[in-house]
């Protein structure tokens, strides 16, 4: 193991004292790309018109296109010290190999995220338990814009969140703005024993179409384009109602309407203010139909 230790030293002082013109290049190489990720940056900012998502796309490639330049560059000017150096360093290879098993798994979940485009910049995702807004793509690493959930769906947290990319090793990635940042949100109403299911869903269902109208033409244009990317039939912008009951036999409306990821947290505050008074309303009528039945006398 000594002689393996010392044959890696022997290559090291080599690899950095034999190599003057190969670091002149390096220096070089990185410098000119340095220089075309600034110009291109500045470019990028004084063009207003595009939009933000494309902005941040393009410079996502932009930066991991040049990345891969300056590493395939770098290896083919160090290529006669580098051959030399992995020689010497072939007997400790699989302690490498362990010592660098996350970064190794990294590696690989940036391969398995871009060949699978599970998270372009731009793009609202859940990454296990964590869902936000694609910054940026690094080799390593992954940076989300945290986006909130539940009521808070679709307003920005303020959070920034770095996760390695062996979480795409690991876990699923649900792609929320999969036909352009449209998404299926449902929001549930529990229902008194005096109320009628038939009569909550009618009223429920009137009250989320007018919700919905602004963004009906927009959703119904994806809703068409997500349909022929998928080969299926099965989108519809239409508001769905579904009734089931809790464990403890509550019965419950879950209203579903496709909106914007943007619109939804204002909608669901619409559909919760409107539809709660619905309800009320229709129980104050059961109760004073119930009070009829009994007591027609009653007033």
């Keep these: 193991m000594e002689r393996e230790i010392a044959g890696i ?12 013109p190969q670091l002149l290049n390096t ?7 340095l220089a ?3 110009i291109a940056g500045h470019f990028l900012r004084r063009r ?19 990345l891969v330049i300056g590493v395939i560059g770098i290896v083919i000017i160090w290529a006669p010290e580098l051959r030399t150096f992995a020689l010497s360093l072939a007997a400790v290879a699989a302690a490498i190999a362990i010592a660098t098993k996350e970064l190794l798994m990294c590696f690989a979940g940036a391969v398995i995220r871009g060949s699978g485009e599970a998270a372009e910049p731009g793009e609202v995702v859940r990454i296990g338990e964590h869902r936000g807004e694609v910054l940026e793509r690094h080799l390593l690493t992954t940076t989300l814009l945290e986006v909130g959930q539940g009521s808070q769906i679709g307003r920005y947290t303020g959070r920034i969140v770095t996760l390695p990319n062996s979480v795409f090793l690991t876990s699923p990635v649900k792609r929320y703005s999969f036909v352009g940042d449209f998404i299926r949100h449902s929001v549930e109403f529990p229902l008194a024993d005096e109320v009628d299911p038939a009569a909550a869903e009618k009223g429920l269902r009137e009250i989320a179409a007018k919700a919905v109208t602004p963004y009906r033409a927009q959703a119904e244009a994806h809703a068409k384009r997500l349909a ?8 519809s912008v239409e508001p769905e109602l579904n009734l089931h009951l809790t464990a403890a036999g509550q019965a419950v409306l879950e209203l579903g309407v496709f909106l914007p990821v943007s619109a939804a947290a204002e909608v669901e505050q619409k559909l919760l203010r409107e539809g709660f008074s619905l309800l009320r309303r229709l129980k104050a009528e059961a109760k004073a139909a119930e009070n009829l039945a009994k007591n027609p006398d009653f007033v």
Excluded: H
């Design 36 to 38: 075309i990720r600034a």
């Design 9 to 20: 030293g022997e290559g090291l002082w080599r690899f950095f004292t034999e190599g003057g």
């Design 27 to 33: 220096l070089i190489l990185i410098g000119a790309l």
């Design 228 to 235: 022929k990317r998928t080969d299926s039939t099965v989108f």
């Design 48 to 66: 207003q018109r595009l939009p933000r998502q494309m902005k941040r796309r393009i410079q996502d490639q932009l930066r991991l296109g040049l």
